[in-house]
Protein backbone atom coordinates (compact mmCIF):
# COMPACT_ATOMS: atom_id res chain seq x y z
CA UNK A 1 0.00 0.00 0.00
CA UNK A 2 3.21 2.40 0.40
CA UNK A 3 4.24 2.09 -3.10
CA UNK A 4 0.43 3.32 -4.45
CA UNK A 5 -0.09 7.05 -5.11
CA UNK A 6 -2.13 8.83 -2.37
CA UNK A 7 -5.25 9.85 -4.26
CA UNK A 8 -5.65 5.78 -5.93
CA UNK A 9 -5.05 4.69 -2.10
CA UNK A 10 -7.52 6.82 -0.36
CA UNK A 11 -10.28 5.82 -3.28
CA UNK A 12 -9.14 2.64 -2.15
CA UNK A 13 -9.59 3.04 1.25
CA UNK A 14 -12.95 4.80 0.77
CA UNK A 15 -14.80 2.18 -1.16
CA UNK A 16 -13.60 -0.68 0.99
CA UNK A 17 -14.95 1.51 4.34
CA UNK A 18 -17.64 1.97 2.30
CA UNK A 19 -18.94 -1.62 1.36
CA UNK A 20 -17.86 -2.43 5.24
CA UNK A 21 -20.29 -0.12 6.61
CA UNK A 22 -23.12 -1.34 3.90
CA UNK A 23 -22.59 -4.89 4.83
CA UNK A 24 -22.56 -4.12 8.48
CA UNK A 25 -25.71 -1.88 8.41
CA UNK A 26 -27.50 -3.99 6.67
CA UNK A 27 -28.10 -6.43 8.89
CA UNK A 28 -29.75 -4.15 11.00
CA UNK A 29 -32.42 -3.08 8.58
CA UNK A 30 -30.24 0.09 7.07
CA UNK A 31 -29.67 -0.18 3.52
CA UNK A 32 -26.89 1.78 3.17
CA UNK A 33 -27.31 1.57 -1.02
CA UNK A 34 -30.53 3.01 -0.84
CA UNK A 35 -29.41 6.53 0.83
CA UNK A 36 -26.54 6.96 -0.88
CA UNK A 37 -26.74 5.51 -4.37
CA UNK A 38 -28.13 7.42 -7.21
CA UNK A 39 -31.74 7.30 -7.19
CA UNK A 40 -33.65 8.60 -10.32
CA UNK A 41 -33.91 12.35 -10.32
CA UNK A 42 -38.17 11.73 -10.36
CA UNK A 43 -37.97 9.41 -7.91
CA UNK A 44 -39.37 10.61 -4.12
CA UNK A 45 -36.11 9.21 -2.55
CA UNK A 46 -33.70 11.11 -4.91
CA UNK A 47 -31.27 13.57 -3.31
CA UNK A 48 -28.56 16.21 -5.27
CA UNK A 49 -25.79 14.70 -3.34
CA UNK A 50 -26.83 10.88 -4.45
CA UNK A 51 -24.62 12.19 -7.44
CA UNK A 52 -21.41 12.27 -5.50
CA UNK A 53 -22.02 9.67 -3.52
CA UNK A 54 -23.13 6.56 -5.43
CA UNK A 55 -19.90 6.08 -6.76
CA UNK A 56 -18.57 4.97 -3.61
CA UNK A 57 -20.86 1.78 -2.96
CA UNK A 58 -20.87 -1.12 -4.55
CA UNK A 59 -23.85 -3.96 -4.79
CA UNK A 60 -21.66 -6.72 -4.02
CA UNK A 61 -18.25 -7.89 -3.14
CA UNK A 62 -17.73 -9.18 -6.77
CA UNK A 63 -18.55 -5.61 -7.93
CA UNK A 64 -16.16 -3.89 -5.34
CA UNK A 65 -13.08 -6.53 -6.03
CA UNK A 66 -12.51 -5.83 -10.22
CA UNK A 67 -13.50 -1.51 -9.59
CA UNK A 68 -10.99 -2.16 -7.12
CA UNK A 69 -8.62 -4.23 -9.16
CA UNK A 70 -9.07 -1.62 -11.90
CA UNK A 71 -8.77 1.64 -9.99
CA UNK A 72 -5.08 -0.16 -8.78
CA UNK A 73 -3.80 -1.10 -11.73
CA UNK A 74 -4.86 1.98 -13.95
CA UNK A 75 -4.96 4.65 -11.68
CA UNK A 76 -1.85 4.42 -9.74
CA UNK A 77 0.12 5.20 -13.37
CA UNK A 78 -2.19 8.04 -14.16
CA UNK A 79 -2.16 10.01 -10.71
CA UNK A 80 1.62 9.42 -10.87
CA UNK A 81 2.02 11.20 -14.62
CA UNK A 82 -0.95 13.40 -13.59
CA UNK A 83 -0.18 14.63 -10.13
CA UNK A 84 -2.48 13.88 -7.27
CA UNK A 85 -4.68 17.01 -7.83
CA UNK A 86 -5.55 16.56 -11.30
CA UNK A 87 -6.31 13.07 -10.57
CA UNK A 88 -8.77 13.48 -8.16
CA UNK A 89 -10.48 16.37 -10.11
CA UNK A 90 -10.82 14.36 -13.37
CA UNK A 91 -11.85 11.19 -11.13
CA UNK A 92 -14.93 12.59 -9.31
CA UNK A 93 -15.71 15.03 -12.61
CA UNK A 94 -16.25 12.03 -14.60
CA UNK A 95 -18.37 10.03 -11.09
CA UNK A 96 -20.45 12.75 -11.81
CA UNK A 97 -20.61 13.25 -15.26
CA UNK A 98 -21.41 9.09 -15.67
CA UNK A 99 -24.48 9.81 -13.22
CA UNK A 100 -25.99 12.57 -14.80
CA UNK A 101 -26.01 10.57 -18.25
CA UNK A 102 -27.14 7.10 -16.42
CA UNK A 103 -30.29 9.98 -15.50
CA UNK A 104 -30.90 10.83 -19.31
CA UNK A 105 -30.96 7.31 -20.29
CA UNK A 106 -33.38 6.52 -17.64
CA UNK A 107 -35.40 9.48 -18.35
CA UNK A 108 -35.85 8.24 -22.16
CA UNK A 109 -36.41 4.74 -20.66
CA UNK A 110 -39.20 5.55 -18.81
CA UNK A 111 -40.63 8.27 -21.62
CA UNK A 112 -40.72 5.36 -23.47
CA UNK A 113 -42.37 2.61 -21.13
CA UNK A 114 -44.94 4.84 -20.44
CA UNK A 115 -45.62 6.37 -23.90
CA UNK A 116 -46.22 2.97 -25.29
CA UNK A 117 -49.41 3.10 -22.72
CA UNK A 118 -50.58 6.41 -23.57
CA UNK A 119 -49.95 9.54 -25.45
CA UNK A 120 -47.80 11.64 -23.62
CA UNK A 121 -45.16 14.23 -24.44
CA UNK A 122 -41.48 14.21 -23.99
CA UNK A 123 -41.36 16.98 -21.55
CA UNK A 124 -44.82 16.61 -20.03
CA UNK A 125 -43.16 13.25 -18.68
CA UNK A 126 -41.77 14.97 -15.41
CA UNK A 127 -45.72 16.46 -14.48
CA UNK A 128 -47.58 13.16 -14.94
CA UNK A 129 -44.62 11.30 -12.70
CA UNK A 130 -45.21 14.49 -10.03
CA UNK A 131 -48.89 14.25 -10.34
CA UNK A 132 -49.13 9.91 -9.33
CA UNK A 133 -46.90 9.40 -6.72
CA UNK A 134 -47.75 5.65 -6.83
CA UNK A 135 -44.85 6.26 -9.93
CA UNK A 136 -42.39 8.41 -8.21
CA UNK A 137 -42.50 5.40 -5.43
CA UNK A 138 -42.11 3.19 -7.81
CA UNK A 139 -39.17 4.46 -9.16
CA UNK A 140 -36.91 4.54 -6.17
CA UNK A 141 -36.34 0.82 -7.90
CA UNK A 142 -33.70 2.55 -10.19
CA UNK A 143 -30.68 2.90 -8.16
CA UNK A 144 -27.18 3.19 -9.30
CA UNK A 145 -24.36 2.27 -6.88
CA UNK A 146 -20.66 2.08 -8.00
CA UNK A 147 -17.22 3.49 -8.71
CA UNK A 148 -17.42 1.83 -12.56
CA UNK A 149 -18.57 5.66 -14.59
CA UNK A 150 -15.31 7.29 -13.05
CA UNK A 151 -13.16 4.00 -13.19
CA UNK A 152 -13.85 3.18 -17.07
CA UNK A 153 -13.05 6.74 -17.37
CA UNK A 154 -9.43 6.04 -16.11
CA UNK A 155 -9.39 2.98 -18.63
CA UNK A 156 -10.09 5.88 -21.10
CA UNK A 157 -7.28 8.43 -19.45
CA UNK A 158 -4.57 5.43 -19.50
CA UNK A 159 -5.29 4.75 -23.31
CA UNK A 160 -5.03 8.09 -24.61
CA UNK A 161 -1.96 9.23 -22.55
CA UNK A 162 -0.15 5.48 -23.57
CA UNK A 163 -2.28 4.47 -27.38
CA UNK A 164 1.09 2.39 -27.78
CA UNK A 165 1.61 0.72 -24.11
CA UNK A 166 0.55 -3.46 -24.72
CA UNK A 167 -1.44 -4.78 -21.99
CA UNK A 168 -3.01 -8.28 -21.50
CA UNK A 169 -7.12 -8.90 -21.03
CA UNK A 170 -8.11 -11.75 -20.40
CA UNK A 171 -8.88 -13.91 -21.79
CA UNK A 172 -7.36 -12.97 -24.84
CA UNK A 173 -3.75 -15.24 -24.72
CA UNK A 174 -1.24 -11.73 -26.11
CA UNK A 175 -1.31 -8.88 -25.75
CA UNK A 176 -2.55 -5.56 -27.00
CA UNK A 177 -2.26 -2.12 -27.56
CA UNK A 178 -3.98 0.14 -24.64
CA UNK A 179 -5.57 1.63 -28.01
CA UNK A 180 -7.35 -1.36 -29.09
CA UNK A 181 -8.22 -2.31 -25.27
CA UNK A 182 -10.19 0.71 -25.10
CA UNK A 183 -11.84 0.79 -28.56
CA UNK A 184 -12.55 -2.91 -27.57
CA UNK A 185 -14.47 -1.93 -24.26
CA UNK A 186 -16.55 1.10 -25.62
CA UNK A 187 -18.01 -1.20 -28.27
CA UNK A 188 -19.01 -4.10 -25.51
CA UNK A 189 -20.59 -1.28 -23.86
CA UNK A 190 -22.25 0.12 -26.49
CA UNK A 191 -23.44 -3.27 -27.66
CA UNK A 192 -24.47 -4.73 -23.81
CA UNK A 193 -26.37 -1.03 -23.35
CA UNK A 194 -28.85 -1.30 -26.42
CA UNK A 195 -28.60 -4.59 -27.57
CA UNK A 196 -29.23 -6.73 -23.94
CA UNK A 197 -30.72 -6.50 -20.64
CA UNK A 198 -29.16 -6.34 -17.25
CA UNK A 199 -29.05 -4.63 -13.94
CA UNK A 200 -25.35 -3.13 -14.80
CA UNK A 201 -25.25 0.38 -16.24
CA UNK A 202 -23.74 0.21 -19.00
CA UNK A 203 -24.89 3.71 -19.84
CA UNK A 204 -23.13 5.21 -16.78
CA UNK A 205 -19.51 3.66 -18.16
CA UNK A 206 -20.54 4.98 -21.32
CA UNK A 207 -20.89 8.38 -19.68
CA UNK A 208 -17.57 8.08 -17.71
CA UNK A 209 -15.33 7.52 -20.74
CA UNK A 210 -17.79 10.77 -22.95
CA UNK A 211 -16.98 12.71 -19.98
CA UNK A 212 -13.30 11.82 -19.64
CA UNK A 213 -12.74 12.70 -22.88
CA UNK A 214 -14.12 15.41 -23.05
CA UNK A 215 -12.32 16.64 -20.25
CA UNK A 216 -8.94 15.52 -21.52
CA UNK A 217 -9.19 16.87 -24.78
CA UNK A 218 -10.15 20.02 -23.19
CA UNK A 219 -6.58 20.21 -21.40
CA UNK A 220 -5.15 19.28 -24.07
CA UNK A 221 -6.36 22.17 -26.42
CA UNK A 222 -6.58 25.14 -23.55
CA UNK A 223 -4.06 24.11 -20.71
CA UNK A 224 -3.40 27.79 -19.98
CA UNK A 225 -7.20 28.20 -19.15
CA UNK A 226 -6.92 25.31 -16.73
CA UNK A 227 -5.64 24.93 -13.22
CA UNK A 228 -5.40 21.21 -13.98
CA UNK A 229 -4.26 21.56 -17.39
CA UNK A 230 -0.72 20.73 -17.25
CA UNK A 231 1.52 17.92 -15.52
CA UNK A 232 3.50 20.36 -13.87
CA UNK A 233 3.49 18.85 -10.13
CA UNK A 234 3.62 15.20 -10.71
CA UNK A 235 6.38 13.07 -9.00
CA UNK A 236 7.93 12.22 -12.80
CA UNK A 237 7.55 16.37 -13.74
CA UNK A 238 8.96 17.47 -10.50
CA UNK A 239 11.86 14.81 -10.89
CA UNK A 240 13.00 16.68 -14.08
CA UNK A 241 12.55 19.84 -13.15
CA UNK A 242 14.77 19.70 -10.19
CA UNK A 243 17.30 18.07 -12.03
CA UNK A 244 17.40 20.07 -14.46
CA UNK A 245 17.73 23.17 -13.14
CA UNK A 246 20.85 21.57 -10.89
CA UNK A 247 22.42 20.89 -14.08
CA UNK A 248 22.05 24.20 -15.92
CA UNK A 249 20.92 26.77 -13.47
CA UNK A 250 17.59 27.57 -15.00
CA UNK A 251 13.89 26.74 -14.08
CA UNK A 252 11.29 25.51 -16.22
CA UNK A 253 10.01 29.05 -17.25
CA UNK A 254 13.45 29.99 -18.78
CA UNK A 255 14.48 31.80 -15.02
CA UNK A 256 17.42 31.35 -13.00
CA UNK A 257 16.79 29.19 -10.27
CA UNK A 258 19.28 30.52 -7.80
CA UNK A 259 22.29 27.75 -8.39
CA UNK A 260 25.52 29.28 -9.23
CA UNK A 261 27.10 26.25 -10.55
CA UNK A 262 25.89 26.62 -13.97
CA UNK A 263 28.58 27.20 -15.97
CA UNK A 264 29.06 25.06 -18.41
CA UNK A 265 30.16 24.57 -22.04
CA UNK A 266 28.82 25.87 -25.29
CA UNK A 267 28.80 22.04 -26.72
CA UNK A 268 25.59 21.19 -24.63
CA UNK A 269 23.78 24.32 -25.71
CA UNK A 270 21.96 22.63 -28.03
CA UNK A 271 21.01 19.52 -25.85
CA UNK A 272 19.87 22.11 -23.31
CA UNK A 273 17.62 24.22 -25.28
CA UNK A 274 15.93 21.12 -26.39
CA UNK A 275 15.29 20.02 -23.21
CA UNK A 276 13.94 23.38 -22.46
CA UNK A 277 11.67 22.85 -25.31
CA UNK A 278 10.50 19.59 -24.01
CA UNK A 279 9.65 20.46 -20.00
CA UNK A 280 7.90 23.62 -22.20
CA UNK A 281 5.79 20.90 -23.93
CA UNK A 282 5.26 19.36 -20.64
CA UNK A 283 3.40 22.56 -19.23
CA UNK A 284 1.56 23.15 -22.32
CA UNK A 285 0.38 19.88 -23.50
CA UNK A 286 0.82 17.39 -20.78
CA UNK A 287 3.91 14.50 -20.55
CA UNK A 288 1.76 12.02 -22.72
CA UNK A 289 2.45 14.71 -25.89
CA UNK A 290 5.69 13.61 -25.85
CA UNK A 291 6.75 11.22 -28.45
CA UNK A 292 8.83 8.22 -27.60
CA UNK A 293 12.33 10.21 -28.69
CA UNK A 294 11.42 13.21 -26.01
CA UNK A 295 10.91 11.09 -23.61
CA UNK A 296 13.68 8.95 -23.75
CA UNK A 297 15.92 12.41 -23.76
CA UNK A 298 14.14 13.63 -20.55
CA UNK A 299 14.94 9.63 -18.93
CA UNK A 300 18.74 10.10 -19.76
CA UNK A 301 18.04 13.82 -18.41
CA UNK A 302 16.47 13.03 -15.22
CA UNK A 303 19.57 10.68 -14.36
CA UNK A 304 22.27 12.35 -14.70
CA UNK A 305 24.30 13.11 -11.63
Known amino acids: MRSIPTITKNLLIINVLAFAAYYVLRM ?19 KIYQLFTYMFMHGGLE ?12 GCVVERIWGPKKFLFYYIFCGIGAG ?81 FIVIYIAIEVFTAFFTTSNVAHFAHLGGMLFGYLLIKYWRRHPENSYFGADSGSPIFEKLRKNWEKHTGKNVDGGKSGNP ?29 LSKEEKQKLFESSNKK
Open 100 to 180: LVQEVAQYIELYYTLSQQGNIGFTSLISTVWGDPSIAQALNTWTTVGASGAIYAILLAFGMSFPEERIFIFPLPIPIKAKW
Open 28 to 46: QGIDLNDILGLHFFLASDF
Open 261 to 289: DWDYNASKKAEEEEIDRILDKIRKNGYAS
Open 63 to 74: HLFFNMFALWMF
